[in-house]
């Protein structure tokens, strides 16, 4: 791959259409470093066709001249995925789903929506709201993430324990390959055993094998009662307890089982304007559990009132309080959601995304906070996430006053021994953001032998010129 020349990025301006590019440095800015400022790139142009046929166009055009093209979506991935990295002698061009976001069909007797890349994911949630549907996938990025790149990422979120990933919502797909030929598997059935399932290549792939122009995803039955509560436990093995206490009497209707330490919600309440402590006494542990159900004759919140009763007086639960509206209900998700932009608003942080098996999660914080305490004196452990999906994301702030950069220094020191530790447990070093840029070495070391030969012989097959995102999840060769 070479540098593109003048008249290459013409052909490429007139293959997009008329007004579908960006190339003035201070609009290119925002979509050269992401949100937590640790990736910086570099592109000389930005493509946002509007149709498939535009994509396809480009691609082929780029696979031709051997152009490396970057996938964007709305850039809130926190792993570089998204981030071109251009240099005097190798051109990079990001090609963005944007203006790629017509909702194409909502099939509410099918429960089913159609709909492209660009669609922001906030968009779907309520067009789906409107047909008296769920689209169930949710994530503090909903605002800005588009499902091209919650597809591509096979984002997680905070309905997982219920729903499941990304990729168990995907019926069909529409993907560009990286020659320009276009995958049409766009279909809307729950049964369709025809040989491989290869949009499943796709989904998790972060725009390394291809472009998502649109997929069709199951919708839910809307939920007519939900209940949300915020409680206190004294540690972790006692989450563990009303975690599984929860799904056996509440059931399915349990939808979302949240936790945090108390430095994560110590850091919201002092940097998030507006924000307040739910209970009165501070919790070394605190959880975010939620019950939701269509049934109309149930009556969520007895059913929880009764659960928690019983946790409060076996002392699994020390405190806690049952949302009395929407706005509570809306105002304790917020602290959930606004953990992670108060840790950034604290200074340096030093992220894992870890996954275990959810009855490993607690001997993971322990030893896992063990060992950050002893290697960086000072340090805080803001410990977060999805307990129900055995998903910590085990953040590190630097110590008070030290020296940022010295701290972020010794990511990889710090992230291998973390790694370690969840893979002793049996879990995995990337839980739900991916590989992108900052992880690839880490996969080549967990996931080496058989499965790094065949991602790498997938990638050979369908872009053999190694135009899309290289360096992404696999090293560029
Ligand atoms: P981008 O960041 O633009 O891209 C992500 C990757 O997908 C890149 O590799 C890119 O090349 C590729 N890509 C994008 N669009 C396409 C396309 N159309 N075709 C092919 N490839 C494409 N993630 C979770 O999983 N769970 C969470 O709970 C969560 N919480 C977050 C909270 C905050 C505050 C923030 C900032 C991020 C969070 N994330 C979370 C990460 C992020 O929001 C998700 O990874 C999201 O799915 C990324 O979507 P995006 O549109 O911003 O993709
Ligand atoms: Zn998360």
Redesign the pocket.
């Known amino acids: 791959m070479t540098a593109v020349s003048s008249q290459q990025l013409a052909e490429l301006k007139a293959l997009a259409g008329p007004g579908a590019h960006v190339e003035d440095p201070a609009e290119l800015a925002a979509s050269l470093t992401?949100?937590r400022g640790l990736f910086r790139g570099a592109a000389p142009l930005l493509l946002m066709p509007d149709s498939t046929a535009a994509v396809s166009a480009i691609l082929a055009y780029c696979h031709q001249q051997r152009i490396a093209v970057?996938?964007?979506?709305?850039?809130?991935?926190?792993v570089g995925?998204?981030i071109p990295h251009s240099t005097a002698e190798r051109s990079e061009i990001l090609l963005s789903?944007r203006r790629l976001n017509r909702i194409r069909h909502l099939d509410a007797a099918n429960y089913s929506i159609t709909a492209e890349?660009?669609c922001v994911l906030a968009t779907l949630q309520a067009a789906a709201a409107d047909a008296g549907r769920l689209f169930p996938l949710s994530?503090?990025?909903e605002g800005?993430?588009?499902l091209?790149?919650?597809?591509?990422?096979n984002?997680?979120?905070?309905a997982v324990l219920r729903f499941g990933t990304?990729r168990e919502l995907v019926l069909g797909l529409e993907v560009v390959l990286p020659d320009g030929r276009v995958l049409d598997s766009l279909r809307s059935l729950r049964k369709d055993n025809t040989g491989y399932d290869l949009k499943q290549l796709?989904i998790g792939?972060?725009?390394t094998l291809?472009?998502?122009?649109a997929a069709s995803c199951k919708l839910f039955p809307q939920p007519r009662q939900t209940a949300t509560a915020w409680l206190a436990v004294p540690d972790v093995a006692a989450a563990l307890r009303l975690y599984s206490a929860a799904r056996d009497s509440l059931g399915d209707e349990l939808t979302a089982f949240e936790f945090a330490n108390r430095c994560s919600l110590a850091f919201v309440i002092k940097h998030i304007p507006g924000s307040r402590a739910p209970l009165a006494a501070d919790s070394p542990w605190q959880v975010l559990l939620e019950v939701s159900t269509a049934r109309e004759s149930a009556d969520t919140g007895a059913d929880l009132e009764r659960f928690l009763a019983d946790m409060l007086e076996q002392g699994t639960v020390t405190d806690g309080m049952v949302a009395a509206s929407g706005a509570q209900r809306d105002a304790l998700w917020r602290l959930r959601?606004s953990m992670?932009?108060a840790q950034k608003i604290e200074g340096a942080s030093i992220k894992h995304d870890i996954s275990v098996p959810v009855s490993k999660v607690g001997e993971f914080v322990v030893r896992a906070s063990a060992w950050a305490e002893a290697a960086v004196p000072g340090v805080r452990v803001v410990a977060f996430g999805?307990l129900g999906d055995g998903n910590v994301h085990f953040n590190l702030s630097q110590p008070v006053g030290a020296d940022r950069s010295a701290f972020l220094a010794r990511w990889d020191e710090i992230a291998a021994q973390i790694h370690q530790i969840a893979v002793d447990f049996g879990g995995s070093f990337s839980a739900?953001?991916?590989i992108?840029s900052l992880k690839v070495a880490e996969l080549e070391r967990w996931r080496g032998g058989t499965t790094l030969e065949l991602m790498r012989a997938i990638k050979a097959v369908l872009d053999p010129h190694g135009i899309m995102?290289p360096g992404?999840l696999l090293r560029a060769r």
């Not at 091209?148 to 990422?153: E, K, Q, R, V």
């Not at 984002?155 to 905070?158: I, L, M, S, V």
């Not at 291809?210 to 122009?213: A, E, P, R, V």
């Open positions: 992401e949100w970057v996938p964007q979506g709305g850039n809130t991935g926190l995925g998204a789903a890349a660009g994530l503090a990025a800005s993430c588009q091209g790149g919650n597809l591509s990422t984002a997680g979120g905070t990304t796709f792939a972060e725009g291809g472009f998502i122009t959601h992670s932009e999805h739900e953001h991916g992108g995102n992404k």
